[in-house]
């Protein structure tokens, strides 16, 4: 016995040696003579493919439940156990990525990149919605967004956001839009990633300051139903305009309108638009003149957003790493700063040009520039077109929910009378 | 009555709420380090500061610089070589120019393509390394030969001339090939081969140097070992020398040394990428002495330990030795050659 454990020891020994000098081979790690022990390095394993098509799989299903239950079932409750399903297995569970909300920065960087390849995966996060939107409505919104969801569930004392406000803050979103844009299609950063308020929630770790807007955002959801989503979400100002065409959409009543007011106040979203009476000749006066020079400005706007745009070039190409390098390394090479950070002492050690940095650094200038005319141009356009639309009057008989506003809850449904009788029907069919 | 003013508080409260969550979201946003300005927000404790790494010991330093800097003028500089003569020759990415030992341009030979590594034979034609072939040039520039090409995957790094054979590094395949004067193969040096005990070349970037020493043995680096190797012509592995080391005496990092040089009493001179360093080794390996430490060769915070070869795939400087023993340094990054030569008495 004695004998038989000698010899395992011995082997032991043999074989540990055998890795020491087989280690010394490879790299090893630098010398420190502080008594620091190096940790293993743990290197995760990469998620199975499969899942991201399982995860398609679900969106699909849920986006597709979700119209069942807004168009057709008409349950609240059973869009309010889908919304805390999307928030588990797309929040908590996926940890908020891939989102279609990102997903916008990679198509658009696949369409100004040749190099870059959008995933099928992603493609399908950003297109599936789109397309449930234009036949269904905002049910992606509805359910299956776990950003909205999140936010759903904290709407405990809503007030009413006046729709002057209401109006105006939703500009944000356009310009978040754009900026996300310009950003995704220069290769400078993934903004609505970066600033995503949720992430962190999802996550249950990140960057304090994201943690503290989240907690900011949700804090205030607690009274204004859902702000992320009606005045910032860039993915959400797409949506609305394709809910404007949606083919089959929402509505307050089951069949017809009876006028009664009780959904009136029901929207936490200030989506239900009441019936309009038709304007005075005089208020039809001064709207026509109103619109004639809003028509006649909206160029103006957009030149002149353009302009700002493209004059922010300097500004906004720093979010570009090379411009931000280039900028670092000019710093030190005229004497205004004396000392390196990591990004210029690692590109000096390339031995690359410095010539050639700054050209790069001047491309990517000229790029914001001629992106900044589009993105200025847009949010001009978009300033422009509201103030039209606030001068066009529109033919409502009826209490209806807003084509593009609406997120498609299901709230209002029970304060509607005739949704009541639709249920008391139901129910005698059933019996 | 009441209940109005309590409705009306309620709402000023909300608004107040509303406002302050507003306030401190913007304030959130606008504190966001997205690009890193505000560091990694670690202490003192956690930096890798290799600053005390780059200090080298005065008394260890055996070599001055002995005349200014020769500014080449070329733009993407690789290799450098030195003639019986003491012409220095410098290989660029269209151009291989010849200074004499004062700076003085002597000549210049136009390329197709950059040049990656050169050596001059003692009859004075000059073998140009490009990424896969060689190419020979008479001592007036005019193209003798250039020979077939080792495919796509190849990348010369190094070349050197000894009677009829060449011997060639070629870091892409981890192999060195040796021609002889034709350009006809005659073999390869360095592939695994566990029978013949040659543990192969480890070239995590793309320095690969070799030089044929006094003794009639190939010294050929082996950086990812951080070790010179010493083979035969026909290949057999010898010995080799070099430990593993951020300490003077070692090489460390992913890779290094990259480039080597043969002094005239056997030594070596060893030029290390990162943390930057020049040293003389005797003919046994043993070290023996500084010729330029990092704060001589690069501007301060220049200097990294390569742990990931992806943090040091440029930047290497070359060496050469003259029959005086004088020590050039290519550096890579200025495009400059720096000389230095034995303080007396060390």
């Given at each position: ?56 799989v ?14 057709k ?47 099928i ?41 006046p ?47 994201i ?36 083919r ?7 069949d ?64 570009h ?56 141009g847009?949010a ?52 | ?48 500061d ?5 200090r ?5 330093i ?13 733009a ?103 021609y002889?004067?034709?350009?006809n ?49 026909e ?34 001179v ?21 010729v ?36 050039f ?6 495009n ?10 060390r």
């Amino acid at each position: 016995m004695m004998r038989f454990a000698q010899i395992i020891t011995g082997i032991a020994l043999a074989l540990i040696s055998c890795g020491l000098v087989w280690s010394a081979e490879r790299f090893p790690p630098p010398d420190f003579e502080s008594g620091h022990e190096m940790p293993s390095p743990t290197t995760p394993h990469p998620r199975q493919d499969i899942y991201e098509y399982i995860d398609v799989v679900v969106l699909l299903a849920a986006l597709g439940l979700a119209s069942y239950l807004v168009l057709k079932k008409r349950s609240r409750r059973a869009i309010f156990a889908l919304t805390v399903f999307s928030l588990l297995y797309f929040g908590f569970w996926r940890e908020g990525c891939v989102c279609p909300i990102g997903g916008t920065q990679n198509i658009v960087l696949s369409i100004f990149d040749a190099e870059y390849v959008v995933p099928i995966t992603v493609a399908a996060f950003f297109l599936l919605p789109l397309v449930f939107t234009l036949f269904f409505g905002r049910t992606f919104c509805a359910a299956v967004c776990p950003l909205g969801a999140v936010q759903d569930l904290v709407l405990c004392r809503p007030v009413a956001v006046p729709s002057w406000a209401e109006s105006g803050l939703r500009l944000l979103a356009y310009v978040y839009l754009g900026a996300a844009v310009l950003f995704a299609a220069t290769g400078s950063a993934f903004i609505i990633c970066r600033y995503d308020p949720f992430i962190s929630i999802f996550r249950l770790t990140g960057d304090l300051n994201i943690l503290i807007l989240g907690a900011c955002l949700l804090l205030i959801g607690v009274f204004v139903g859902r702000p992320y989503c009606r005045f910032i979400c860039p993915y959400g100002v797409v949506l609305r305009q394709l809910s404007r065409l949606s083919r089959r959409r929402v509505t307050i009543t089951p069949d017809e309108c009876i006028q009664c007011k009780l959904c009136e106040e029901s929207c936490p979203f200030g989506a239900i638009k009441k019936p309009a009476a038709k304007w005075s000749d005089q208020d039809y006066g001064i709207a026509k003149k109103r619109l004639g020079f809003f028509l006649l400005i909206l160029p103006v706007l957009v030149l002149l957003g353009g302009w700002a745009g493209s004059s922010l070039k300097a500004v906004a190409a720093r979010a570009h790493e090379t411009v931000r390098l280039a900028e670092r390394i000019y710093l030190e090479e005229t004497g205004e700063v004396t000392e390196t950070t990591d990004a210029s002492a690692a590109f000096r050690a390339t031995g690359k040009e410095i010539e050639e940095l700054y050209a790069d650094a001047s491309s990517i200038r000229a790029q914001f520039g001629f992106g900044g005319w589009f993105f200025g141009g847009f949010a001009g356009l978009v300033i422009g077109l509201k103030l039209i639309g606030l001068s066009v009057w529109r033919q409502r008989t009826d209490y209806e929910a807003d084509r593009a506003s609406c997120l498609a809850c299901g709230r209002c449904f029970e304060y509607c009378p005739r949704e009541h009788v639709r249920l008391e029907q139901a129910k005698e069919v059933k019996t | 009555m009441d209940q109005i003013t309590g409705k009306a508080n309620t709402r000023l409260l909300v608004g107040i709420l509303i406002g302050l969550a507003v306030m401190v979201a913007v304030m959130a946003v606008v504190r966001l380090d997205v690009i890193g300005r505000k560091g990694n927000g670690l202490g003192k404790g956690f930096k890798y500061d290799i600053e005390e790494l780059t200090r080298v010991d005065p008394a260890l330093i055996v070599y001055e610089e002995s005349a200014d800097a020769i500014e080449t003028g070329l733009a993407a500089t690789h290799g450098i070589a030195v003639d019986s003569k003491g012409f220095i020759y410098v290989a660029a990415d269209r151009a291989v120019r010849i200074f004499s030992d004062r700076g003085v341009i002597l000549g210049e030979i136009e390329l197709a393509e950059p040049a990656g590594c050169l050596t001059v034979s003692t009859d004075g034609n000059l073998f140009v390394g490009f990424k896969d072939h060689v190419e020979i040039y008479d001592a007036q520039g005019q193209r003798q030969a250039s020979w077939d090409s080792l495919g796509t995957n190849a990348l010369l790094t190094s070349i050197a001339a000894q009677g009829d054979d060449v011997f060639v590094a070629d870091a892409g395949n981890r192999v060195v090939i040796r021609y002889d004067v034709s350009g006809n193969v005659l073999g390869h040096i360095g592939k695994k081969d566990s029978f013949r005990n040659v543990p192969g070349f480890v070239i995590p970037s793309p320095y690969f140097d070799l030089v044929v020493s006094r003794d009639g043995l190939l010294r050929v680096v082996n950086p990812g070992r951080r070790r010179v190797e010493a083979y035969t012509f026909e290949g057999d592995i010898e010995f080799w020398w070099g430990v593993s080391s951020v300490d003077i005496e070692g090489f460390c990092g992913c890779c290094n040394p990259v480039n080597i040089a043969v002094l005239p009493d056997g030594g070596y001179v060893t030029c290390e990428k990162g943390l930057v360093r020049v040293k003389v080794y005797d003919s046994e390996g043993q070290f023996a002495g500084v010729v330029a430490g990092p704060s001589q060769l690069v501007r301060e915070g220049e200097c990294r330990v390569c742990d990931l070869p992806e943090e040091c795939q440029a930047g290497g400087f070359d060496v050469a030795v003259d029959a005086a023993g004088r020590v050039f340094v290519l550096d890579t990054i200025r495009n400059n050659v720096r000389i230095f030569t034995k303080i007396e008495g060390r």
